[in-house]
Nanobody
Framework: QVHVVESGGGLVQAGGSLNLSCSVS???????MGWFRQVQGKEREFVSC????????FYSDSAKGRFAISRANSTNVISLQMNSLKPEDSAVYYC?????????????????WGQGTQVTVSS
């Protein structure tokens, strides 16, 4: 019913940029959506999120000042513009969506997840 699809990952040199996109289908409402990343052997890490109405936006300390999340009004399509990328940003990036609000930084509170898109930043 509900499907989450990410795209836009790839290989980029340090200092470069990537734009990730995420589309959630199967619902007519705008849900809270977020980006998380995970490296093999480590816990899934919060990157950024945006509320259903697009008003509330949060970033991790690492993402703040370099990344920008946005969404189209009244849609469940978001993007993550990533600038000044560093090798430490390399990870599988996941898009997630949930119907409720609050506790945006906890991955366990999200209901649906995409398959992930690989981001690799070379030095």
């Amino acid at each position: 019913q509900v499907h989450v699809v990410e795209s836009g990952g790839g290989l980029v040199q340090a200092g470069g940029s990537l734009n990730l996109s995420c589309s959630v289908s199967g619902t007519s409402s705008s849900w809270s959506m977020g980006w998380f990343r995970q490296v093999q052997g480590k816990e899934r890490e919060f990157v950024s999120c945006i509320s259903g109405n697009g008003v509330l936006i949060f970033y991790s300390d690492s993402a703040k000042g370099r990344f920008a999340i946005s969404r189209a009004n009244s849609t469940n399509v978001i993007s993550l513009q990533m600038n000044s990328l560093k090798p430490e940003d390399s990870a599988v990036y996941y898009c997630a969506a949930k119907w409720n609000s609050g506790t945006y930084e906890r991955p366990t509170t999200y209901d649906y997840w995409g398959q992930g898109t690989q981001v690799t930043v070379s030095s």
